[in-house]
Nanobody, 128 residues
Framework: QVQLVESGGGSVQPGGSLRLSCEVS??????????VGWFRQVPGKEREEVACIGTGATSNTYYEDSAKARFTISRDNAKNTVYLEMTNLKPEDTAVYYC??????????????????WGQGTQVTISS
């Protein structure tokens, strides 16, 4: 079964940086044919989307307000991977981060409709 796998999480101090990766597990699926959203979830809270990247030559990007100017979503089509570069991390960024593919980044930035299922995610912990 083809699935997206997240990696790159860890524990860093406030102000630090991390780069998360979203790769395809299994064969035959090209991520550049889909929009990809990065989401995060804290226990007891709803999952929220923090960034979305569209398809095509422009690959438009969208960010949730708290992620603007700190997070960058990008693609490396040669590696069939989508990244989320996170800088100036804050304790409130602590969460499990997930990626998911969708048809498009909708007006307002959310990826959808979504395909596939949620993966295991990667834990990001920001603490001094």
């Amino acid at each position: 079964q083809v699935q997206l796998v997240e990696s790159g999480g860890g524990s860093v101090q406030p102000g630090g940086s991390l780069r998360l990766s979203c790769e395809v597990s299994g064969s035959g699926m090209l991520l550049d044919r889909y929009a990809v959203g990065w989401f995060r979830q804290v226990p007891g809270k709803e999952r929220e989307e923090v960034a979305c990247i569209g398809t095509g030559a422009t690959s438009n990007t969208y960010y949730e307000d708290s992620a603007k100017a700190r997070f960058t979503i990008s693609r490396d089509n040669a590696k069939n991977t989508v990244y989320l570069e996170m800088t100036n991390l804050k304790p409130e960024d602590t969460a499990v981060y997930y990626c998911r593919r969708g048809l498009e980044c909708r007006p307002g930035g959310q990826a959808g409709p979504l395909f596939g299922s949620w993966g295991q995610g990667t834990q990001v912990t920001i603490s001094s």
